[in-house]
């Protein structure tokens, strides 16, 4: 069983989920019509390039993958280990990634895949901040594992056996949040094109920003008690 979670937890999650479903979508609905937040399908289709001979794509789905494990690999340097903890830089690693976004989107709008590198980098620079509470894995660039852990809840649940409700309800509101995130990028698109992005990239500074408040006046309140 998970321990009640705290708010930035569950409240910071679903906006970042919401944040990386918006990313996603835009990937689909832009000039190359694919993923940008989890890479099991640009693994298929790097291994389709490979089959094909096809050089271009090659470079530009192994480009893809390489800049999420970097973003991976920055995401795991700034905040030191797989635990979700107050008092961790998750204001800086937001930061970062809100500035990936930003450089992305002029390029994105040129139809320039290193638009797309980039917004893959700060993708996998968010799901690695975002790791695990209390037992929980705490994912948002990607809903695998999410259906998956409440696909075998249900059939506990069926089953007679004991469910853990506070990680339900913790996966249930990250999944909405990912398809509401992907909703608000399908109704913005037709107007904004690959500026769409332009929206995650500010949400995503202003989540980090959240954070530091937040985590300055949790210290605060515990020097004064």
């Not at 937040?37 to 298929?44: A, C, E, I």
């Not at 249900?154 to 995130?181: E, K, M, P, S, T």
Request: hydrophobic share 50%.
């Amino acid at each position: 069983m998970i321990a009640k979670l705290p708010r930035w937890v569950l409240y910071g999650g679903v906006v970042l989920a919401f944040i990386a479903g918006m990313i996603n979508a835009a990937g689909y609905l832009g000039f190359r019509h694919q993923a940008i937040t989890h890479m099991t399908g640009t693994t298929s289709l790097l291994g389709i390039a490979a089959a094909d001979g096809d050089a271009g794509n090659l470079l530009h789905f192994g480009m893809v993958l390489l800049t999420f494990f970097a973003g991976c690999a920055l995401g795991g340097f700034i905040t030191g280990d797989s635990a979700l903890r107050l008092g961790r830089r998750y204001g800086v690693a937001l930061a970062i990634e809100s500035g990936l976004l930003f450089v992305a989107v002029p390029l994105l709008h040129r139809q320039i895949d290193a638009g797309l590198w980039l917004a893959a980098s700060a993708s996998g620079l968010q799901n690695a901040i975002a790791a695990t509470y209390s037992g929980a894995v705490v994912r948002t660039s990607h809903m695998s594992g999410i259906v998956t852990d409440l696909g075998t809840f249900l059939g506990q649940w069926l089953r007679g056996a004991g469910v853990d409700l506070r990680r339900v309800r913790l996966y249930g509101a990250l999944f909405v949040g990912f398809l509401c995130g992907g909703v608000a990028s399908a109704l913005a698109f037709p107007h904004w094109q690959e500026r769409t992005l332009l929206a995650p990239a500010v949400l995503t500074g202003l989540v980090g920003i959240a954070y530091v408040i937040y985590r300055h006046r949790h210290v605060t309140r515990a020097l004064e008690g």
